[in-house]
């Protein structure tokens, strides 16, 4: 009966990424560009910076639930066994030979993981949960007469939040690296953690949590990936070949898409953290300010400052993307992997606290 409901979910979620590759073929483009921000390590690269340099507590809370939502992602990827409708058409025992649908692929189409659920949605709807939820409370917070209390001004954080998902998942399918029933799944489970880590305060974490995290991580994911190999005899990376074998490009198939990519990013930030809760944010006060209040003159100056700041900070982590890392060995790949996620994490929040100091101390001296 499992077998016939999800051969169901299949070629009807096959049929509806076909309506969606006719209808909205013009858009190819865009349904890209919206694929790539949904990467999951756009939260990393993105989302957290930013959060943080507006609020540190939620910044710090963008990165721990971006390494729990990603991690379960994982989990639940290799305890699943999902199928990809780019390599499930191309299956003999599904379809006879010649008579398999056609899906077009898309330079972003080849993911090595299992489908299910979608990583991108996912982590995009826990991350952005943090930070929807964090601006509400800051205009909750303001005054009854201030324009933040204005009905229409607190509804667009979950507006946007709302469409940014609703973006997200059509993207995914359009590419047809996800059949539609892996897209609610992965964003339902990532509205799921983003709303029970949305009161966690990191900064009151201590620096060896951080750190049995890291390590906990790690271990966990080997431990799980030797028991289902070894006790029951299910290799996790068995995505890997069907995405190399049933790719149109295998210029198309990147090993940044694998399981143990994302782990090696996901220790390493958590080391990182460690890293930073021991050896900076001690040094920082518990008062919060926001760098773009622009209610003087003074605060005017500081909001022209964040603005470069955010333009240079943005530009310093996407640049690390483009550090080419060997391919080979693959333990070679993921060590530097959590080294440079270690590094970064470590970067970023160096750099925005010294940032906020030096915004609190100019407007000290106004």
């Not at 499992?2 to 299949?10: A, G, K, N, S």
């Not at 809370?61 to 990809?84: C, D, P």
């Not at 005054?143 to 209390?149: G, M, V």
């Not at 333990?331 to 925005?352: E, P």
Request: charged share 15%; glycine share 6%; proline share 5%.
């Amino acid at each position: 009966m499992p077998q016939v409901v999800m051969l169901l979910l299949h070629l009807e979620g096959v049929s509806f990424i076909q309506w969606l590759q006719t209808t909205f073929s013009d858009f190819a483009d865009v349904l890209l560009f919206l694929t790539r921000m949904g990467d999951p390590r756009h939260a990393f690269l993105v989302y957290f910076p930013l959060a943080l340099v507006f609020s540190r507590s939620v910044g710090l809370r963008a990165l721990l639930v971006a390494i729990i939502s990603e991690w379960t992602n994982l989990i639940l990827k290799w305890m699943l066994h999902g199928e990809r409708p780019f390599w499930w058409i191309k299956d003999p025992e599904i379809f006879e030979e010649g008579k398999a649908p056609h899906l077009e692929q898309y330079s972003l189409t080849c993911e090595t993981g299992p489908g299910s659920p979608s990583g991108h949605c996912m982590v995009t709807a826990a991350v952005l949960w943090v930070v929807a939820s964090g601006l509400m409370s800051d205009l909750s917070a303001a005054p009854s007469n201030s324009w933040k209390r204005n009905p229409v001004i607190r509804a667009a954080p979950w507006l946007v939040y709302s469409l940014i998902l609703t973006a997200a998942g059509v993207s995914r399918l359009f590419i047809a690296t996800h059949f539609p029933h892996q897209v609610v799944f992965g964003t339902a489970v990532g509205v799921l953690i983003g709303y029970m880590f949305n009161r966690v305060q990191v900064q009151s974490f201590r620096p060896r949590m951080c750190v049995a995290l890291s390590a906990g991580l790690a271990v966990s994911a080997m431990g799980l990936y030797g028991i289902l190999l070894h006790l029951f005899r299910v290799d996790p990376s068995w995505s890997i070949q069907k995405a190399m074998q049933w790719c149109a490009n295998p210029d198309w198939v990147h090993l940044g898409t694998t399981p143990f990519f994302s782990i090696a990013r996901d220790s390493g930030s958590s080391l990182g953290l460690a890293v930073a809760l021991h050896s900076i944010l001690p040094q920082v006060g518990t008062r919060t300010h926001n760098p773009l209040d622009t209610s003087s003159h003074e605060g005017k100056a500081s909001g022209v400052s964040t603005v470069g700041f955010i333009l240079f900070l943005l530009s310093l982590t996407l640049s690390t993307e483009y550090w080419v890392l060997p391919q080979d060995p693959q333990v070679l790949l993921y060590s530097l992997v959590f080294i440079k996620s270690g590094f970064l994490t470590v970067a970023v929040i160096s750099l925005v606290t010294g940032f906020r100091k030096m915004i609190q101390k100019k407007q000290k001296n106004w």
